[in-house]
């Protein structure tokens, strides 16, 4: 599901604009696409975020900035399917600021993974044990970390992360520009005038 784009300029120029699938319907795809894989990360982070971070809270933090942007992905979905100008420049103000903040994120999890990649591989060695350290502050909520992530070893799950974390960016950037880009359409319509003969642009 690919969506292409032409420079600002031709923001409000055209219907089309040369995206693959119709703007808003593109849109909503990719908003659920978002959500769903953010969804999915924030719930790894709140259940076993404590196997592979080490410092409280910091894995409910992450945690949550995923599930936030969850939530304006779902708005942004609600306000795509009513064509709502209100809620998609809401969105529209929101996204820059969880663009920082994910950016910030992905630097701090990623610093954080690479000095702590031996507490990793000391917890797959003892079969998914919590870290010694951890389990002494009381961070252990009774789940299990998952056996098949030690499977591929520290090295490829700091690999997967790192990956993750930079193509998250980058989707959030598209849902940020497709934001933009509904807001130009729903302003371009909204300038228009209707006549006996048509419509005009004023």
Wanted: hydrophobic letters at 50%.
């Amino acid at each position: 599901m690919f969506l292409f784009f032409l420079p600002s300029r031709f923001a409000s120029s055209s219907p089309a604009c040369l995206l693959v699938f119709p703007l808003r319907v593109g849109a909503m795809a990719w908003a659920v696409f978002v959500a769903a894989y953010s969804l999915a990360g924030g719930l790894f982070l709140l259940i076993w975020g404590q196997y592979v971070f080490f410092t409280y809270p910091e894995w409910y933090i992450y945690g949550g900035i995923s599930l936030a942007i969850v939530a304006v992905c779902v708005i942004m979905l609600l306000a795509l399917s009513n064509h709502s100008y209100i809620w998609s420049r809401v969105c529209f103000f929101l996204w820059p600021f969880l663009l920082v903040i994910s950016a910030v994120r992905a630097g701090l999890m990623i610093y954080q993974l690479n000095r702590t990649k031996g507490n990793i591989e000391w917890e797959c060695i003892n079969g998914g044990q919590l870290w010694g350290a951890s389990q002494e502050a009381g961070y252990n909520n009774s789940v299990s970390f998952p056996k098949g992530i030690c499977s591929s070893g520290a090295d490829q799950l700091y690999t997967a992360f790192v990956i993750s974390l930079l193509v998250d960016f980058v989707c959030q950037f598209y849902m940020y520009f497709l934001t933009w880009r509904f807001t130009k359409r729903l302003e371009h319509y909204g300038a228009l005038k209707y006549t006996a003969a048509g419509m005009y642009h004023v």
